[in-house]
């Protein structure tokens, strides 16, 4: 595979990050997944507008254009021959030296990775079938979920402890409210409306978001964007949930409860295909 790192494109034996770079001691990065679909980026200008807040959030510069950026995509896409996958993007605050809680003087170049991975089943995912089946956990994440940090080892304990327990995901719960999935943004569906969190810093504002809720109020459904406790979500007729990579996916069980028939309920289904639709 041909990666990209700090402006070469090199064989990824040979793209290296110092051992002081601060994304690998402070986990002091930020990143975008976005998912390719017949050779074309998915929501290219989503992910390039928010990763913009992020780096601004943090005070952390980085000089790409919006042209460097799509070349880069456009090219490591050609080079690896992806129709289909995942293009991961990060930027670290690089560094300047021993270990410091100090940000590195202005000027200290930031360390960009991309890189691309394959994928077969995004759009024809079996799991889009059948169904998810989430754990709730408490929302144990520090308070700037909006900035899409690197810093992902709660989400990754979440993950383990739902498969220990037999389930695919978790769904963060924090003051008795459902705030997001580990990797995603939920829903819950009564009836005609679709219910997600309002947007603020408790949640990653996601992409997928942005166009589900415009694509479900085109298909005439109404939408309430406000917190949900996890009982609200277990007697829905539906839940689902979005993201990058995953697109709209159902979710059929909620902390041992069925929701609605235990199978894929038509709304998320709908949803999923509009979007794939719509981004094919
Ligand atoms: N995750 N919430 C969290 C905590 C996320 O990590 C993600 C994305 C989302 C959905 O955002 P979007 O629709 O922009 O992908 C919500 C990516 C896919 C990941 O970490 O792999």
């Not at 700090?6 to 290296?16: I, K, R």
């Not at 059948?130 to 144990?140: A, E, F, M, T, Y």
């Not at 235990?262 to 509009?274: T, Y």
């Amino acid at each position: 595979r041909t990666v990209y790192l700090n402006g070469a494109y090199l064989p990824e034996e040979e793209a290296t990050v110092s051992i002081f770079d601060r994304g690998f001691v402070m986990g002091d990065a930020v990143y975008e997944v976005t998912s390719i679909l017949g050779g074309k980026i998915l929501e290219f200008e989503g992910h390039m507008n928010r990763l913009a807040r992020s780096l601004s959030e943090l005070e952390m510069t980085c000089d790409l254009s919006r042209e460097q950026w799509i070349e880069i995509h456009r090219e490591l896409i050609a080079r690896n021959n992806i129709d289909e996958g995942l293009v991961y993007l990060q930027v670290s605050r690089g560094n300047a030296g021993d270990r410091d809680f100090h940000y590195p003087p202005a000027g200290t170049p930031p360390t960009v990775v991309l890189y691309t991975q394959a994928k077969t089943n995004l759009a024809n995912d079996p799991k889009a079938k059948i169904g998810i089946k989430v754990i709730s956990l408490p929302d144990l994440r520090w308070h700037r979920r909006d900035i899409k940090t690197v810093q992902l080892l709660y989400p990754s304990m979440a993950k383990m402890a739902a498969e220990a327990q037999g389930k695919n995901d978790a769904w963060f719960v924090e003051d008795g409210f459902v705030t997001e999935g580990s990797s995603n943004n939920t829903y819950i569906v009564k009836g005609n409306k679709i219910i997600t969190r309002h947007l603020s810093h408790d949640i990653l504002h996601g992409i997928t978001r942005v166009s589900l809720l415009k694509y479900a109020a085109e298909a005439q459904m109404e939408i309430e964007e406000r917190p949900y406790t996890i009982a609200e979500a277990q007697a829905a007729d539906e839940a689902f949930f979005t993201s990058a990579s995953a697109f709209v996916m159902p979710v059929v069980e909620v902390d041992g409860a069925t929701i609605g028939s235990g199978k894929p309920g038509p709304v998320a289904a709908r949803l999923r295909e509009i979007y794939l639709e719509e981004s094919l």
